[in-house]
């Protein structure tokens, strides 16, 4: 049987040319073969060439014609179109999304001063308490001038706060002797009080740049929070901008991070943003450990939309129940967020709607059926013949888990529809 097919494959004996060009090749073999046999005068020898020849052609030509018929009395079974049955059951809606871990809280570390960094006492993934000296800066010649300059005011204050005492101290008992007159006392006790409010505003702004005025030619930098140093972009003998300055942010030094508070953050799509609320449950997994499990809520949604990449997204966190001694900040998590659940709804399945010119969402709903061949599978789906008339029928949806879809208005229990689109008809598929 196999070298029957390949024949029947390499010649097709159901069109005529074929055979027109096979009865040609025939005759011109036959001619050739008799005239080759007749100039080498040995045609009684090599006659059964000839008639080998012959006899292969002819069984060429029977196999061609078998094939033929074979083709032509195949047929073609009618397309059948698959049918539902709309029921009721339960639904939950499911949104995945991806994000990325993040420690809950971020301190970025800057010095009050500008100037050189000498000497870290600190780096990346070292613990740190608040309060704990990071650094020495040694402050540049403006730094070091103002410095300077508030310490002398400071001092200068101080010693006219102290003469103005004394000197009011002593008119006072000037006056009591009667030896100046009121309105001089009244000068030297104005003149304490001017004293008094320089020292104060001096104090104050000495009090800004304390931990600045150590001894020798350095200022020391302090940890602001308790953590984990996750960066440090600066090495020693770099320089960096005091954040006291009105000329810029100021250098951010390192950033210090709890670990033992993680989340995930993710941004949003506005088309999306509707489907999430507070405290909603999370499942997550990280593609770092995938054979992890954790569990989480959503904690934060933005108030507001930001742009990214051309498209208005909302940022959202969502908490996560794992310290940073396992998770690591960067690390990509993929989430599953469990939505709104319905129970005992009109449910359909998802590719069976679609849309009209208007945009809306629409079901093709049977009302007449020719059924010449039906078949039912436990999904409640059935096989029909193509002579099936349906109609365009608005409907209202609610929650889908991405297979099936609520149905809220335009159909009743018992209803059948189609799950493909008519031929007739140029809708698209409802995603």
Same mark, same amino acid.
């Given at each position: 049987?196999?070298?029957? !097919?390949? @024949?029947?494959? #390499? =010649? ?7 055979? $027109?060009? /096979?009865?040609?090749? %025939? ?28 006899? !292969?052609? @002819?069984?060429? #030509? =029977? ?7 074979? $083709?032509? /009395?195949?047929?073609? %079974? ?30 970025? @570390? ?322």
């Amino acid at each position: 049987m196999h070298w029957h !097919l390949h @024949l029947c494959i #390499l =010649f097709p004996s159901n069109r005529k040319p074929f055979f $027109k060009l /096979t009865q040609s090749l %025939t005759l011109q073999s036959l001619f050739y073969a008799v005239r080759y046999s007749n100039n080498r005068g040995i045609m009684r020898k090599k006659w059964w060439i000839i008639i080998a020849i012959v006899i !292969l052609i @002819l069984v060429v #030509l =029977f196999l061609g014609k078998s094939c033929g018929k074979k $083709k032509q /009395t195949e047929k073609v %079974t009618p397309t059948e179109t698959e049918t539902y049955t709309v029921k009721r059951g339960d639904i939950s809606s499911r949104i995945e999304i991806t994000g990325e871990v993040q420690p809950e809280v971020v301190v970025s @570390l800057k010095s009050k001063v500008s100037g050189k960094i000498v000497k870290f006492y600190a780096g990346e993934n070292d613990y740190v308490t608040s309060g704990q000296i990071i650094a020495d800066i040694e402050p540049d010649y403006n730094q070091a001038n103002t410095l300077f300059n508030t310490k002398a005011m400071l001092q200068k204050a101080e010693m006219n706060l102290k003469n103005a005492r004394k000197e009011l101290a002593d008119k006072t008992i000037l006056l009591q002797k009667q030896f100046i007159s009121q309105e001089e006392y009244n000068k030297t006790s104005d003149a304490l009080k001017e004293a008094e409010i320089e020292y104060a505003q001096a104090s104050s702004q000495y009090e800004m740049i304390r931990d600045l005025d150590v001894p020798g030619k350095v200022t020391h930098v302090y940890a602001t929070a308790s953590g984990v140093v996750i960066e440090r972009n600066i090495n020693e003998g770099e320089m960096v901008q005091s954040s006291l300055t009105s000329f810029g942010e100021g250098t951010v030094i390192m950033k210090i991070a709890d670990l033992n508070k993680m989340i995930v953050k993710s941004n949003i799509n506005e088309v999306d943003i509707s489907k999430f609320k507070l405290n909603q449950i999370a499942e997550i997994t990280l593609d770092a450990l995938p054979y992890e499990q954790y569990k989480g809520r959503v904690i934060k949604i933005a108030p507001q939309a930001i742009i990214e990449n051309n498209a208005k997204v909302f940022p959202i966190e969502i908490n996560l129940n794992a310290s940073g001694k396992i998770v690591k900040p960067g690390m990509t998590a993929n989430v599953t967020i469990l939505a709104d659940s319905r129970k005992n709804v009109l449910v359909i399945p998802i590719r069976a709607v679609f849309s009209n010119d208007l945009n809306q969402d629409i079901v093709y709903l049977v009302t007449e059926t020719k059924i010449s061949d039906t078949k039912t599978n436990p999904k409640s789906k059935e096989k029909t013949s193509s002579d099936t008339n349906s109609v365009a029928t608005p409907v209202k949806l609610g929650t889908n888990d991405l297979l099936q879809v609520e149905v809220i208005e335009g159909l009743k229990e018992g209803d059948i529809i189609l799950l493909n689109e008519p031929l007739t008809n140029n809708n698209k598929m409802f995603m």
